[in-house]
Structures are given as C-alpha cells and as structure tokens.
C-alpha cells in the first residue's frame, strides 16, 4: 500500500474509532444526568479533562513547543462546540429527543453542499451516500413537525457544521496541543450553572465519578485527538458522514450497558448509514492530498 493509501486508512479508522466512542457516551451520559445537570455534566467532564492534561500541556509549554495555530484553533472549536452544545440543548427542551437527534445530524447534508459548491466537483457516490444516510437518519429517529424548539436545533446544527469546518482547517496542528485549548470554553458553563444552580457536592457526584472519568479521558481527550488526526487526511464533507456512526451506534449502546430495547427500525437505519458510509470512503474525492 501506498503512503497516501495508509493515511487514507488511519483518517478513516481515526475518524470512525472516535465515532463509536461517542455513540457508548449517550447511555453514559443518561447515568450521568441523573446526578447532575446537564450544565454541570459538561463542564465538569472538562475540567476533568483539562486537569488531567495540565501536566501534559505544561512540559509542552515549558519546551515551547506549542504553536500559536494550536491555541486559536483550539480556542475556536472549542467555542463552536459550546454554543452548538448549549443551542442543542435549549431546543431538545422545546421538542423530542427525535426531532433533535435528525435535526442535530443534518449538519452533514450542509457540508456536502459546501464542498460541492467550493470545488465545483462532486462524486455520484458521495450523493448517494448522502441520500442513503439521510434515509437511515430519518428512519432511526423518525421526526415529525417543527416548531421553535426544531428551530434552535437547526441553528445548533450549522454550528456543529461549522466546528467541523474549523477542525478541518486546523487539523494539521498537534493533535493533544489542540485537544487541550478545545477542552476550556466549555468551562464557561460552569458560570451558567452557579447563576441557575447551587454548586455540586462532592456526594452528588461520587456516584458517576467512573462514568465521568470515562466522558472526560477517552470521550473527550482521545477522541478529539483521533478527530483532529483523521480530518488531517479526510475531507469535511466525508467526515461529517463518517460521524454518522455515532448516533446509528447510540442504541446499540443503550442496549449493552443500560438494556435499552433496540427497534427494526433503528437496525434498518443502522444498516444504511453503514452502507451511506461505504461510499463516502470508496469515492477519491472524500480525501486530501497531502
């Protein structure tokens, strides 16, 4: 195999490995929300992070060896990440958890376009593809009718859009550098929930601290690691299939660790996403040359 041909491999195995760390998160996160606030659970899952990763991020900066692209890179996709985190949030309070789910995901429908229209070239795969998914998305979740909750939840969408984007354009800094600078606006939320809640006891969180280590080490540091990593050599549009895999993974999770039944039509949808994913990776147009 190629040089290129094994970059190709690693993007997609980065990409794919952390998608299905993220589909185990929402079973773990159902725990975790049952102690604490969804404010709470965000922020406290990256201070975790954040601490775990000063001894790290202080030898680098002790080397200067973190770049200035780093810490705006990191910066910036950590500021879209909160605000599309808090937008997702606020509509699903105003509509089903389905119609968010299908709406949050239509930010790869966005990024296809955008590609489309950028290089003015596009695969008969890739819209295929994307046909496909959005069939097995809309099977999966099933949404119905649309209102000002679906509407915070579509903005939300373009944001996560947009996060991918930055990424994209950013993914040539050091993975772990970048990783760390993404990890703090999220912290900001921590203000949100000592303006709306009383602060968290120590026995409040105790109960979730396993689930929480877990959000925070693998969920949070390797795999915004392995996104960086794979979106170096996967363009955009096709990673933002790729992520795909993470809510056509959720119920297979929910099913393992919490018992969660898993329905026909969440295995039908399961399956295309699959197939939608299949060929994204086949077509030469989902890569960079590098």
Do not use: C
């Not at 589909?23 to 659970?41: A, C, D, L």
Request: glycine letters at 6%; a positive charge.
């Amino acid at each position: 195999m190629s040089t290129h041909g094994k970059q190709r491999v690693r993007g997609v195995a980065a990409l794919i490995i952390a998608s299905v760390v993220w589909g185990s998160t929402f079973p773990v996160i159902k725990i975790v929300v049952r102690h604490v606030n969804s404010f709470r659970y965000v922020w406290i899952r990256n201070l975790l992070a954040v601490l775990a990763m000063v001894p790290y991020i202080a030898y680098r900066l002790w080397r200067g060896s973190v770049a200035k692209r780093s810490v705006i890179g990191g910066l910036l996709i950590g500021s879209a990440y909160t605000l599309a985190l808090w937008l997702q949030g606020l509509g699903t309070f105003y509509t089903t958890a389905s119609n968010s789910a299908f709406i949050t995901n239509l930010y790869f429908i966005y990024l296809h376009t955008y590609e489309a229209l950028k290089h003015k070239r596009y695969d008969y795969r890739l819209a295929v593809a994307v046909i496909i998914a959005l069939a097995g998305l809309y099977i999966m979740t099933s949404p119905t009718g649309f209102g000002f909750g679906e509407a915070v939840v579509l903005v939300g969408s373009f944001i996560w859009a947009l996060q991918i984007l930055i990424v994209d354009r950013y993914s040539t800094t050091n993975p772990l550098d970048t990783t760390f600078f993404m990890l703090l606006p999220p912290l900001t939320l921590s203000i949100l929930d000592a303006m709306l809640f009383e602060l968290p006891t120590i026995s409040s969180i105790l109960p979730v601290v396993p689930h929480l280590l877990y959000l925070s080490l693998i969920a949070s540091i390797v795999a915004y690691a392995l996104q960086l990593h794979g979106q170096k050599y996967v363009v955009a549009s096709t990673a933002s299939t790729i992520y795909l895999v993470e809510p056509a993974s959720a119920p297979l999770f929910a099913m393992l660790i919490i018992n969660e039944s898993v329905s026909t039509a969440q295995i039908a949808g399961f399956a295309l996403i699959m197939l939608a994913l299949y060929l994204s990776i086949a077509s030469r147009y989902s890569y960079k040359l590098l």
